[in-house]
C-alpha cells in the first residue's frame, strides 16, 4: 500500500491581520517551497504588494499572484471543514493543544473531503480567545527560552510538518464535515434559545457556550447533523413560544371570568 499524505489542494494558509508586508511574501514563499497554493490575508495592517513580491521572489509569483483577502476572519474560514488555530499562549481557553506532527497526521484523512484552515495571527499578540473559538483544534509549535516565532517561520514549520506527513495505515472513511459558517450558525441559535429558556446565564452566555463548542468539536459533526440540531432548536423554540401564548391566553381568559 503506498503512503497516503495530506491533501494539499484542500488546505489553505490564513494570515489574519498581518503587520508586515515582507511577512506575507515570506510566508508565501515557504508554502511554494512545500507545495501549498493558496493563501489567505485578512485585513492586513500594511499591504504594500511590491514588499511582498520582493520577499516572496519570483519562486511564489504565482502564489502571491492568487492571494485572496477579506476583512473578517469568520468570512475567510467561513467554507472550510476544518480550521486549525495556530497559539503560542497556552491555558485558560487554550487548554487542548497538539504538536504540529500530531496535526499533520490528522489532517491525512480530514483533508481528503474538508477544506481545511491553518490560521495565524497578528505578529505582536497573535489570535485571540475570541478568534480561537472559530478553531476546531490549536497547535503549539514547542519552543525553548523564547516562545515567539517569526510569522513566516510559524508557517514554514506547519508547511512542513503537513507536507512531509504520511501514513500506511487505513484511515477509513472521512466525512465532508460541517462547514465553519455551518456550525456558527447553529451556535447563534442555540446560544439564543438557551438564554431565553433560562439555561444559561444571559450575563454570561459565553462560559457554557464554550464549553458545548469544545464538545461539539470533539465529535466533529456533519452538515445534516447540524440541519437536525437545527431543527430541534427551531421545534424548543416553537413549543416555548406556544407555552408562553397559551399563559398568556390562559391568563387572559381567567382576568375576563373574574369580571
Request: aromatic residues 6%; hydrophobic residues 45%; contains cysteine.
Amino acid at each position: 500500500m503506498s503512503p497516503e499524505r495530506v491533501h494539499l489542494e484542500n488546505v489553505r494558509i490564513v494570515l489574519h491581520r498581518p503587520r508586515f508586508p515582507e511577512n506575507i511574501g515570506a510566508a508565501a514563499r515557504a508554502m511554494c517551497n512545500m507545495g501549498l497554493r493558496r493563501l489567505v490575508v485578512v485585513a492586513p495592517e500594511n499591504f504594500i504588494e511590491a514588499r511582498v513580491r520582493m520577499m516572496a521572489t519570483h519562486v511564489a509569483g504565482d502564489v502571491v499572484d492568487a492571494i485572496t483577502r477579506f476583512d473578517r476572519l469568520d468570512e475567510a474560514v467561513a467554507d472550510c471543514g476544518y480550521v486549525v488555530g495556530t497559539t503560542a499562549r497556552l491555558g485558560g481557553e487554550r487548554q487542548s493543544v497538539v504538536s504540529p506532527p500530531v496535526m499533520a497526521q490528522r489532517l491525512i484523512a480530514i483533508s481528503r473531503e474538508n477544506a481545511v484552515a491553518l490560521v495565524f495571527g497578528p505578529e505582536d499578540r497573535g489570535l485571540t480567545n475570541q478568534e480561537i473559538r472559530l478553531c476546531h483544534a490549536l497547535v503549539n509549535i514547542p519552543t525553548d527560552a523564547f516562545a515567539s516565532l517569526n510569522l513566516a517561520q510559524a508557517v514554514m514549520v506547519m508547511c512542513y510538518e503537513v507536507f512531509t506527513a504520511r501514513t500506511t495505515e487505513d484511515g477509513g472513511f472521512a466525512p465532508r464535515l460541517a462547514t465553519r459558517h455551518e456550525l456558527d450558525g447553529m451556535y447563534a441559535k442555540l446560544r439564543d434559545i438557551l438564554v431565553r429558556i433560562s439555561y444559561i446565564n444571559p450575563e454570561n452566555p459565553d462560559y457554557w457556550m464554550n464549553r458545548l463548542r469544545r464538545f461539539f468539536t470533539r465529535l466533529q459533526l456533519r452538515a445534516r447533523e447540524v440541519s437536525m440540531i437545527r431543527g430541534m432548536i427551531r421545534q424548543v423554540e416553537w413549543y416555548a413560544r406556544k407555552n408562553y401564548e397559551d399563559g398568556l391566553k390562559e391568563g387572559r381568559r381567567q382576568a375576563a371570568g373574574k369580571e
